[in-house]
C-alpha cells in the first residue's frame, strides 16, 4: 500500500486567485491521478500525472484551467487557476502501482472554497 | 465505454441487522472492480477489490461482495451493521488499459441505533 498526503488541507481563496495543492506518496508510484469531489457528488478524474510528461486530461478540464506537475515518482501538484466559486470542491490525489488491476490509494483531499 | 450504476442513493438499516449496497456495472472488458468507503472529512480507504479470480470476494470490516457476471452485478453485503459502518459507499469499475476508475454515484449508508 502506499500512505498519500495533501497539502493544504483546507484554503479558502478569492476568486480570480490560483492555488497549488501538493500530493507526496511516501513510496515510489507507477500512476498518479487527481480528481474532484464537487460538495454531495462522486469523484470525476481530472487527469492523468504522468512523470516526465504533461498530464493526460480528462473531458472537461484543461491544461490551462489545471495545470499539473509531476517531477518524479513520489510527488505531483495541481493547480487551480483563475478560481472562481463554481471551483469550490475537495480536490483528491491517488496512487497505485502497475500490474493487473491496481488499487488506488488515495490521500484525504484538499477542501477549497473560493469567495 | 464502462460505466456503473448504484441503484441507491440512500440506505438505512438498523444496528444489527445486514447491509446491501447494490452496484451494477457495464463493461467491454472483463472488469476489475472495487469497493471504497468514505467516512465524513475522511479520505477514500478501499473495502474489497474483485479481479477474475474468485466471485466472492471477502474485504475489511466484515464486508464482501459477489461478482455475478449474468447479472453484471457486484452488490456489497455485511450480515450485521455497526454504527461505525455509516458512510459514503462508492462502487468503482477501472479501465484494464488506462487503470483509470470509473465511479458509481455513490450510496450514503445510515446505520439506526
Known amino acids: 500500500s502506499a500512505v498519500i498526503s495533501q497539502k493544504p488541507s483546507r484554503d479558502i481563496c478569492q476568486r480570480g486567485t490560483s492555488l497549488t495543492i501538493q500530493c507526496q506518496v511516501d513510496?515510489?508510484?507507477?500512476?498518479m491521478f487527481w480528481y474532484r469531489q464537487q460538495p454531495g457528488q462522486s469523484l470525476t478524474l481530472i487527469a492523468t500525472?504522468?512523470?516526465?510528461?504533461?498530464?493526460?486530461?480528462e473531458s472537461g478540464f484543461v491544461i490551462d484551467k489545471f495545470p499539473i506537475s509531476r517531477p518524479n515518482l513520489t510527488f505531483s501538484t495541481l493547480t487551480v487557476s483563475n478560481m472562481s466559486p463554481e471551483d469550490s470542491s475537495i480536490y483528491l490525489c491517488?496512487?497505485?502501482?502497475?500490474?493487473?488491476?491496481?488499487?488506488?490509494?488515495f490521500g484525504p483531499g484538499t477542501r477549497l472554497t473560493v469567495t | 465505454a464502462q460505466s456503473v450504476t448504484q441503484l441507491d442513493s440512500h440506505v438505512s438499516v438498523s444496528e444489527g441487522t445486514p447491509v446491501l449496497l447494490r452496484c451494477n456495472y457495464s463493461?467491454?472488458?472483463?472488469?476489475?472492480l472495487f469497493w471504497y468507503v468514505q467516512h465524513p472529512n475522511k479520505g477514500l480507504q478501499l473495502l474489497l477489490k474483485?479481479?477474475?479470480?474468485?466471485?466472492l470476494v471477502k474485504g475489511i470490516n466484515g464486508f464482501e461482495a459477489e461478482f455475478k457476471k449474468s447479472e453484471t452485478s457486484f452488490h456489497l453485503t455485511k450480515p450485521s451493521a455497526h454504527m461505525s459502518d455509516a458512510a459514503e459507499y462508492f462502487c468503482?469499475?477501472?479501465?484494464?488499459?488506462?487503470?483509470?476508475?470509473?465511479f458509481g454515484t455513490g450510496t450514503r449508508l445510515k446505520v439506526l441505533a
Open positions: 500525472a504522468n512523470q516526465g510528461s504533461e498530464a493526460t486530461y
Open positions: 468503482v469499475v477501472s479501465d484494464p488499459g488506462t487503470y483509470k476508475y470509473i
Open positions: 474483485y479481479t477474475s479470480a474468485a466471485t
Open positions: 463493461s467491454s472488458y472483463s472488469p476489475s
Open positions: 513510496s515510489q508510484v507507477t500512476m
Open positions: 491517488s496512487a497505485a502501482q502497475g500490474g493487473l488491476a491496481p488499487e488506488q490509494y
